[in-house]
């Protein structure tokens, strides 16, 4: 969908291009469901690709096999004690919203939140290279996140 914005007959063209970006709150949960989908791929890449590092590093498969299920363990409880009510907050608000705009599927903090974590994660992973510790406490955090947003995405097919 193209916006152009082209102001020659006053304010009313900027509002015609305004409502051409309303939608319905079913949208902004699919966006924010594709959003939180899209974090869990990346994030159970990443922490695959951050084991095998581990692996090679010097890390044993008994350490690595433990580690994996600690971050499946803490990301189920991640899941039940704080992403859920993440979740749900955001669609209780989506759906409070008058005229959804399809900008609204996550609120700007989210946003911000978000480049904050994936930038902290780059410059992570490539801190911690070669010290297979460093490598599997880091995977562990991702594996746990991804965990989380996987088991709570439930919440997106409830309603």
Not at 13 to 32: C, D, E, F, P
Not at 39 to 62: I, Q
Not at 72 to 77: A, D, K, R, S, T
Request: aromatic share 10%; net charge positive.
């Amino acid at each position: 969908m193209a916006v152009r914005l082209v102001n020659v007959h006053g304010d009313r063209h900027i509002l015609q291009a305004l409502v051409m970006l309303n939608t319905s709150s079913l949208t902004l949960k699919r966006l924010a469901a594709l959003v939180w989908y899209i974090g869990v791929v990346v994030l159970l890449t990443k922490s695959s690709g951050l084991f095998l590092d581990a692996g090679r590093s010097g890390a044993g498969s008994l350490w690595v096999m433990l580690a994996v299920l600690s971050g499946l363990v803490i990301g189920w409880i991640k899941a039940k004690y704080l992403f859920v009510k993440v979740c749900n907050r955001n669609l209780k608000r989506i759906n409070a919203l008058k005229q959804p705009m399809l900008w609204q599927f996550y609120r700007l903090r989210f946003f911000v939140f978000l480049a904050l974590m994936v930038s902290l994660g780059a410059y992570l992973s490539r801190l911690v290279q070669g010290d297979y510790l460093m490598l599997i406490a880091l995977a562990v955090v991702e594996l746990s996140v991804a965990t989380a947003l996987l088991v709570s995405s439930h919440c997106f097919w409830r309603e």
